[in-house]
């Protein structure tokens, strides 16, 4: 040591000495005293070398990285202790440059030694020391560190990661699939499949997010149907947003593969029911798909081929930083159809009657059709600055069907005169187009304590239909005689919307509004039933305001809020009441209650037949058609333990409204059946997540009931079990799903069978039309990926779906001759099925 004082300015130099030590020798220079507790300084040893420095300065050099500060209580009086260090607690969310939330990244801190984990959404709150550096962790990404001093902390904090040059996103996600594959959240009152186990089961598309929406409880489809039954709901009463933009057809090919492409999905999140105030115009479900924003600061994209199609995604920065776009596209090419199924029609089965039996002829025959589709996605984003951005969304799909069968020859064939040659087979055809065009402009903006969003959707449903059949009496001799039908519909959807979110202190406030306008055009040919008696409405016009407060009352998370909306063609205002509310049992965690009450109102519907495929859009004029009302109660649970995850849900919904398709089928339902309805079941879903090994079963049960009068009711049961599993290791995983569904309808006296000259009705299994098989499917899937260079991977999916089954998904359909005539029938009961066993090889190259 080296000590020597120059007037009141202290010089030296220490070497691992204790710090004891050194104050001592500051105290004897300046001739003051210290008062410290000497265990507070046992073990400290500093290295320094002071200059010239003052009493204060020598002071901060001697602590400066220990946990002790001084106190000058008087001139010659200092008091050394330990430092006090207040805590602050610090909100946030975590995302990407390109706003995309990143659920469960670790934030560390650095003083203690301690982190947490943000949740699904990406959001997180910690109370750290104000001296502390916050780290965020999360794979693939560039760490980031950040001192707690230069925080805001009055407002939610934002903060980006930047992704690893190194690293492709679509690699980052497959590694963080162990920490975010639970399905049931104990907050959510949603089940976000993106990020779920089943909603990353190897597919031809990647992580096909409306693939996994099928395996959730109380989801189903209608065999050859483009949307979801949720929980008994009729298909339409169903709302799908995709980038905010309401979207009226689904999928392609009644279900083959979905439009949204699921390279560009960043999040999928059904509602079952029993959904919060920022959601209307649907009384079943609330389906919101997110879509990625563009990459503001790289590129990158992927291109593949499948025996199905093809397709491309590229995203790209315009302006570094500030402007980007993203663009995608598919198409079907129909090879694997085309190799696998011998395309020439076979006739059914005909049955004759015995004697003094109903003359009724029932024929069998096999459709397979010819289709053709394609889609494509945009999406445009200017990130002004940090608080504002500007989005544009844009997509837009295509279907193409034919289907076609010859008429069997009559059971009773007339003579032919003089040998002459037999007549040239009828054909009978169906075709069929429809699309999609939809859009959304966002402008989005955070304030200190308020996050705004302002946007305009649009969003248009096109469908023709060209039909060409062939009637005949079977107890007559008459020529077959040709029809044809017509059908144009276009369904337009333009609103306005404002939400707002407002953080208060002892919870955050929403409020907004919307304006909705609804057009629906129709040409139809010949004109039908409903047209000329029922539907009039061509156009509609609506305002809703909402509010909704969120809070905690102890444990007790609560969301109680109000709908309202004015409907111009009613004239009436519409006020829907509704609350959410969750809360944890115990001090563990472990369980979870869940509840939620509201009412739902919904201005538009849709009828459809599930037998022909047959739909149109209704506007409601409270009078003919009547606007629908459904109240929900939904109650239930969740429990956690270790890698097991169970979820239970009971429900009820009373509704009232209702109208039955039956109005609209051909050829005998054509009366105004108008009711009430009641839905009620349970919802089991149970989840088992390993490192290597996810495994999952659900089993949802539904009543369905709908009286129109005290004689007329129809009546609708659906079981549905279900299982999913997926194996991963290394650059290697494989799945399988099996779905088994039961149906049972029960129409009471709605359908007008016709009655023989002496009042008996005929046998009910040889007229029956609407007779649903079970459904059974297995599915399996493998995937390998493979890294080629640093910027590039590739992919090699086979999934093969329907495995075991090639004639799986049936419906029936029906065709009734010459009612008016006479009381003799013949139907044409023809099996749909779609393509049945059917093997996909696909090859994906990411960049």
Request: proline share 4%.
């Amino acid at each position: 040591m080296l000590l020597w004082a120059q007037g009141p300015l202290f010089t030296a130099q220490f070497h691992g000495q204790p710090l004891k030590k050194v104050l001592k020798e500051i105290e004897h220079h300046f001739g003051v005293y210290f008062s410290f507790n000497d265990k507070l300084l046992d073990n400290k040893e500093v290295s320094i070398a002071f200059d010239e420095a003052t009493l204060e300065k020598s002071l901060v050099q001697a602590l400066a990285g220990s946990d002790l500060e001084y106190e000058v209580l008087d001139e010659q009086f200092i008091v050394i202790r330990k430092r006090v260090i207040q805590k602050i607690n610090i909100q946030g969310i975590v995302s990407d440059t390109e706003h995309n939330t990143l659920p469960y990244t670790t934030i560390e801190s650095l003083v203690t030694n301690k982190y947490a984990v943000s949740d699904a959404d990406g959001k997180f709150s910690v109370s750290v020391p104000a001296n502390d550096t916050l780290l965020i962790k999360f794979l693939g990404f560039e760490d980031l560190a950040i001192p707690v001093t230069d925080l805001d902390t009055s407002k939610p904090l934002d903060i980006a990661l930047r992704v690893k040059k190194q690293s492709l996103p679509e690699l980052v996600y497959e590694t963080q699939l162990d920490s975010i594959t639970s399905l049931i959240d104990q907050q959510s009152r949603g089940k976000n499949v993106k990020n779920a186990g089943i909603g990353n089961l190897p597919t031809s598309n990647q992580e096909n997010i409306f693939y996994a929406l099928k395996l959730l409880p109380g989801v189903s489809t209608t065999g050859l149907s483009s949307a979801l039954e949720v929980r008994g709901g009729e298909t339409d009463q169903n709302l799908t947003l995709i980038d905010k933009y309401p979207m009226y057809q689904l999928d392609h090919y009644f279900g083959l593969q979905s439009v949204v492409n699921p390279d560009i999905t960043n999040s999928a999140t059904l509602y079952p029911g029993g959904y919060d105030c920022l959601f209307g115009a649907r009384v079943s479900s609330i389906l919101d798909i997110g879509l990625k924003n563009p990459t503001l600061h790289h590129t990158e994209g992927n291109v593949g081929v499948s025996l199905l199609g093809y397709k491309a995604y590229l995203s790209t920065p315009i302006i570094r930083g500030k402007l980007a776009v993203l663009g995608t596209f598919r198409k079907y090419h129909g090879a694997i159809e085309r190799l696998l199924y011998d395309r020439d029609l076979q006739s059914g089965e005909s049955k004759e009657f015995a004697e003094g039996e109903e003359s009724i002829s029932i024929h069998n025959q096999s459709v397979k059709p010819d289709i053709n589709y394609h889609d494509a996605n945009a999406k445009v984003i200017y990130q002004i600055n940090k608080d504002h951005s500007l989005s544009f969304s844009y997509l837009y799909s295509q279907d193409n069907y034919f289907s076609s069968f010859e008429i069997p020859r009559p059971l009773r064939d007339p003579p032919r005169r003089n040998g002459g040659t037999p007549p040239q087979p009828k054909v009978n055809s169906d075709t069929r187009e429809w699309s999609n065009n939809a859009m959304s402009l966002e402008w989005n903006s955070k304030y200190k304590k308020v996050n705004s969003s302002v946007y305009f959707t649009y969003s248009d449903n096109t469908r023709r239909n060209d039909k060409i059949f062939y009637r005949r009496d079977t107890t007559e001799q008459n020529r077959l005689k040709k029809q044809t039908t017509f059908s144009y519909q276009k369904m337009q959807d333009i609103s306005f919307h404002s939400d707002q979110q407002i953080f208060l202190k002892n919870g955050r406030l929403d409020v907004g509004g919307i304006y909705t306008y609804y057009s629906v055009v129709k040409d139809l040919k010949p004109n039908g039933f409903l047209m000329r008696e029922v539907d009039s409405l061509t156009h509609s016009n609506s305002v809703g305001l909402y509010t909704q407060y969120n809070f905690l009352l102890n444990k007790l998370s609560l969301t109680v809020g109000s709908r309202l909306w004015y409907y111009q063609p009613s004239g009436k205002s519409y006020l829907a009441p509704r609350i959410q509310g969750s809360m944890p049992v115990g001090n563990s965690n472990l369980f979870s209650l869940k509840f939620s009450a509201g009412r739902y109102y919904q201005f538009i519907r849709e009828l459809s037949d599930e037998l022909t495929y047959d739909s149109y859009w209704i506007i409601s004029d409270d009078v003919n058609i009547p606007v629908i009302t459904s109240n929900h109660f939904i109650g239930g649970g969740t429990f956690k333990w270790l890698n097991h995850a169970f979820d239970v849900e009971a429900y009820y919904k009373q509704s009232t409204g209702e109208m039955s398709d039956l109005t609209f089928r051909n050829p005998v339902y054509f009366k105004k059946y108008v009711g009430d309805g009641e839905s009620y079941g349970i919802d089991l879903m149970y989840e088992y997540n390993a490192r290597r090994w996810y495994f999952y079963a659900s089993y949802g049960h539904n009543q369905y009931n709908k009286q129109y009068t005290p004689k007329e009711a129809e009546k609708k049961r659906t079981d549905i079990l279900q299982l999913a599993s997926m194996y991963k290791r290394k650059r290697w995983k494989a799945g399988f799903t099996w779905v088994i569904k039961n149906t049972s309808y029960d129409f009471n006296e709605l359908l007008n069978v016709p009655s023989t000259p002496n009042q008996e009705l005929p046998k009910t299994t040889d007229i029956e039309p609407y007779e649903v098989p079970l459904y059974h499917r297995l599915d399996f899937s493998s995937e390998y990926h493979f890294r080629i260079g640093k910027r590039m991977k590739g992919e090699i999916v086979l999934t093969i779906y329907d495995l075991y089954n090639q004639q799986n998904t049936e419906e029936r359909q029906v065709t009734q001759i010459s009612p008016e005539v006479t009381n003799n029938y013949e139907y044409v009961l023809t099996d749909i099925s779609q393509l049945g066993i059917t093997p996909n090889l696909s090859f994906n190259l990411i960049f």
